[in-house]
C-alpha cells in the first residue's frame, strides 16, 4: 500500500541552524501539506502546496519557514533559522486530486529537537 | 482559538462492546470532517470521512454520525478490539471554500480492555 515516507526520523539541531526535512508523498497525489505537532499540543496546520505554489499557510508559517517540490518526488519544508520553540513533530501529508476530497494520508513524521 | 474540541481526554471500554468517541466544533464553515487513529511515534492514520451533506458514514466497524444542527459528530467502533487502543483524532476543513488546511482536536485516548 502507497505511503506518506519522511526522513530523517529525528533531527537534532544547535538554534539558528537551518534544517531541512524532506517528505517523499505518494505518488499519485497532488496536494502537500505540512503540520507540527508541539509536544501535549493538538496537530497544527503550516501550509499546503499545489501545482509548485503554496495554496494555503497559517499564521505560524511565517518568513523562517519555506517549501519546494525540487523533483518529482520529494517535498521538502526549510526551517531557516531554528528557535528553542520550533521543537515539535513535523509531519508531512498528500492527498490526491480535487475529485476525491481531502483524505490526507500522513507520514510517520519528524521529530525536530532545538537545543 | 478551539474550533474543534474534543471534551474526553480519554475512555476505557471493554473488548467487543462499542467505543464512542465525540468531538465538537464551533466554525460554522466547516463542511467536512475525519477522524484520524494514532499510534505512539507514528503519523496519523486516516480512518473514515463525513461530508456535511450526510449524517451518517459506515466503513466497516467504524461509523460516524454527523448532527450539523448541534455541530457535533461522533465516531462509533463496533465491536472494539484491543488493537484499537490509540489516540482519535478529529479534523474538520471548509469544502465550500476550497481550504484544505485540517483542523484538529485535541484528541482521545481510547483503551481497549481484553
Known amino acids: 500500500e502507497p505511503e506518506v515516507t519522511q526522513t530523517p526520523s529525528h533531527q537534532v539541531t544547535q538554534m539558528g541552524q537551518e534544517v531541512i526535512l524532506r517528505c517523499v508523498p505518494i505518488?499519485?497525489?497532488?496536494?502537500f501539506y505540512w503540520y507540527r505537532q508541539i509536544l501535549g499540543q493538538k496537530v497544527e496546520f503550516l501550509v499546503s502546496?499545489?501545482?509548485?505554489?503554496?495554496?494555503?499557510k497559517s499564521e505560524i508559517f511565517d518568513d523562517q519557514f519555506s517549501v519546494e517540490r525540487p523533483d518529482g518526488s520529494n517535498f521538502t519544508l526549510k526551517i531557516r533559522s531554528t528557535k528553542l520553540e520550533d521543537s515539535a513533530m513535523y509531519f508531512c501529508?498528500?492527498?490526491?486530486?480535487?475529485?476525491?476530497?481531502?483524505?490526507?494520508?500522513f507520514g510517520p513524521g519528524t521529530r525536530l529537537t532545538v537545543l | 482559538d478551539q474550533q474543534v474540541k474534543q471534551n474526553s481526554p480519554s475512555l476505557s471500554v471493554q473488548e467487543g462492546r462499542i467505543s464512542i468517541l465525540n468531538c465538537d466544533y464551533t466554525?460554522?464553515?466547516?463542511?467536512?470532517f475525519l477522524w484520524y487513529k494514532k499510534y505512539p511515534a507514528e503519523g496519523p492514520t486516516f480512518l473514515i470521512s463525513?461530508?456535511?451533506?450526510?449524517d451518517k458514514n459506515e466503513d466497516g466497524r467504524f461509523t460516524v454520525f454527523l448532527n450539523k444542527s448541534a455541530k457535533h459528530l461522533s465516531l462509533h467502533i463496533v465491536p472494539s478490539q484491543p488493537g484499537d487502543s490509540a489516540v482519535y483524532f478529529c479534523?474538520?476543513?471548509?469544502?465550500?471554500?476550497?481550504?484544505?488546511?485540517?483542523?484538529f482536536g485535541s484528541g482521545t485516548r481510547l483503551q481497549v480492555q481484553p
Open positions: 501529508a498528500s492527498s490526491a486530486t480535487r475529485g476525491s476530497y481531502n483524505e490526507q494520508f
Open positions: 466554525n460554522s464553515m466547516f463542511d467536512y
Open positions: 505518488s499519485n497525489h497532488l496536494y
Open positions: 502546496f499545489y501545482n509548485n505554489e503554496i495554496s494555503e
Open positions: 463525513i461530508s456535511s451533506i450526510k
Open positions: 479534523a474538520a476543513s471548509e469544502k465550500d471554500t476550497g481550504r484544505r488546511a485540517l483542523t
